[in-house]
């Protein structure tokens, strides 16, 4: 006598999330992503006894699928669908494997819809409609980059890398191990042409290190080569020098001091002399600012106009009073004055210094400072045009290729994610107010690292960099004043809050996610206000 014929009913109710989201399963219930997908699936349902198949051939008896009437009695289900089979055996081996046969069709659907949902727009898949026929260089240029990003853009599969991936989105995944594995390398021996590189070598080990933190790396193993590194660079007369018996720079002291930071642990922070380093700044008479008969390195560096050199006799521009700043993270200024409003150009961008060309990378030296000086809904805007410096930063975002430039008519390049992708967290801490809660192209390397752009090889700046900018675009960024006012100047940089909370629409996958970045000193989020806990009741004399 033949077995009972099994029946299995599967209800499909609408769930109008993404698809990261959904594809759940609760008993015989599938969640469907859009009510428009219900045809799709009504169309798979049509070959399904055909199509499924038990050790090479159809075992489903009867399939009958169709949309439910609207009804306050379907309980907000919109279709149902009731297969028939010859055993129980037969009807778990549609549940035998990963997922079952129903679960598959929406996810395919739904991965689609994603897909469509995220597909770039059309101004960032095809060449600028209207170009300049004149030829030069620099257009040359442009459309060679413009070439080679494209196919990035059109989710081509242009990667040269074997175990390439998407996301959830349809779009390349980061591939995190690459990443620290190249990072790790480029604290490694560097080949004899580097040689060029000794003045720059704490740029190097900063970057590093600061990459690998932002990638959720502990880099405390490196804290006692870093140490070693670091005590031959710093000088009697305060500061630290690109290298070994070279005079201080600001630049090499700003890279040593948040390397030593990053690390942490008190052999490291007790390295920086601050006593030579720090001058309390109470105005810019550089007679009043004496101690013990000589000056001390950030004073003997600060200008009467409200900037700083990069060393003593040496150029003054934004970069220089950015670092200078700082590298105040272990010590309180009684105040410090940085005239910022006068590096604004007529474009509303900011440059080195007034009358020169602006540039992305100063812009947000420029508004860290302000952010470090006072609270930025106060400082930013008293000293700057926001409006026209918006326009200036939001014309930077180049077509089709979709990053930034740091100029005007420049080329894209990775780094400006962080240059000025970075600057809107600030600005719109500046444009809100405090307390204001709210719920680009990287072009990775084949071994690993972040670069310049496609064609271009990695390097540990560009990576740092590029993922400083990947975290301002994950997450939102705003000033609080809630916590408890510390009185002491400069510490308004020590308020800043974030919410990490994924909005719905931003399409990165959690396994993306870059550890959180300050806004204003680019650390790991916390390490800013270790370091200043540290050093808090410790006095420099």
């Known amino acids: ?97 990963d997922a079952s046969y129903e679960i598959e069709l929406v996810r395919e659907l739904a991965r689609d819809q994603t897909k469509a949902a995220f597909a770039t727009p059309a101004l960032f898949t095809n060449p600028p409609p ?29 990667s040269d890398s074997p175990d390439s991936k998407q996301n959830s989105f349809g779009i390349p995944s980061l591939r995190k191990e690459d990443h620290v594995d190249f990072l790790h ?22 970057w590093s290190l600061a990459g690998l933190s932002f990638l959720g790396q502990d880099v405390s193993e490196y804290r006692e080569r870093l140490v070693q590194t670091v005590k031959p660079l710093q000088n009697a007369t305060g500061g630290f020098g690109g290298g070994h018996g070279q005079l201080s720079h600001i630049a090499s002291s700003y890279a040593c001091v948040l390397s030593l930071a990053i690390v942490g642990g008190e052999e490291a922070l007790e390295l920086v002399d601050r006593k030579a380093m720090y001058v309390l700044i109470v105005c810019s008479d550089k007679n009043q600012l004496t101690s013990r008969g000589r000056w001390q390195w950030l004073g003997s560096v600060k200008q009467s106009d409200g900037g700083f050199q990069v060393t003593r006799g040496g150029e003054e521009d934004m970069r220089s009073a950015h670092t200078s ?19 604004q150009s007529f474009e509303g961008g900011i440059g080195a210094a007034p009358g020169n060309e602006a ?29 026209l410096l918006l326009s200036w930063l939001s014309a930077q975002q180049t077509t089709p290729e979709g ?23 600030l600005l719109e801490a500046a444009m809100r107010g405090p307390n204001q809660s709210s719920s680009e192209t990287l072009a990775p390397g084949s071994s690993g690292g972040l670069r310049d752009k496609p064609g271009a090889r990695p390097d540990a700046y560009h990576t740092c960099y590029s993922l400083a900018g990947l975290n301002a675009a994950q997450n939102h960024y705003y000033y609080s004043t809630d916590t408890e006012r510390n009185p002491a100047p400069l510490s308004a940089s020590f308020n800043w809050r974030v919410d990490a909370t994924k909005e719905e629409g931003v399409p990165f996958d959690e396994d993306d996610r870059i550890r959180l970045v300050h806004p204003v000193y680019v650390l790991p989020w916390g390490t800013a206000e270790q370091t200043r806990e540290f050093f808090k009741d410790k006095d420099v004399d």
């Not at 219930?29 to 051939?57: C, F």
């Not at 990053?403 to 008519?409: H, W």
């Not at 390049?413 to 967290?425: N, V």
Request: glycine residues 6%; contains cysteine.
């Open 1 to 97: 006598m033949a077995s009972e014929a099994v029946v299995r009913s599967t209800l499909f109710k609408v769930f109008p999330e993404l698809a990261s989201k959904l594809c759940g399963r609760f008993s015989n219930e599938v969640q469907v992503p859009n009510p428009a997908d219900i045809d799709g699936i009504l169309e798979k349902y049509s070959t399904l006894k055909e199509d499924a198949k038990k050790d090479g051939k159809p075992y489903i008896l009867e399939v009958n699928a169709g949309k439910a009437i609207t009804d306050s009695r379907n309980q907000g289900y919109s279709f149902l669908a009731v297969t028939k089979f010859a055993s129980v055996e037969d009807m778990k081996h549609i549940d035998s494997t």
């Open 130 to 158: 209207i170009q300049d026929g004149l030829e030069t260089q620099t257009s040359k240029a442009r459309n060679d980059t413009m070439q080679k990003c494209l196919p990035f853009l059109l989710n081509d599969d242009t």
């Open 185 to 206: 390398d480029t604290l490694a021996d560097f080949p004899a042409p580097f040689v060029a590189m000794d003045a720059s070598r704490p740029w190097l080990f900063y």
């Open 325 to 343: 700043l700082t590298c105040h993270l272990g010590h309180t200024f009684r105040s410090a004055l940085v005239d910022t409003n006068a590096g």
């Open 359 to 387: 540039h992305g990378g100063y812009a947000f030296c420029a508004l860290a400072c302000l952010c470090i000086i006072g609270e930025p809904h106060e400082t930013i805007n008293r000293c700057l045009n926001v409006p």
């Open 403 to 425: 990053g930034f430039a740091g100029r005007t008519n420049k080329l894209v390049d990775a780094c400006y994610s962080h240059w000025i992708g970075g600057c809107w967290a």
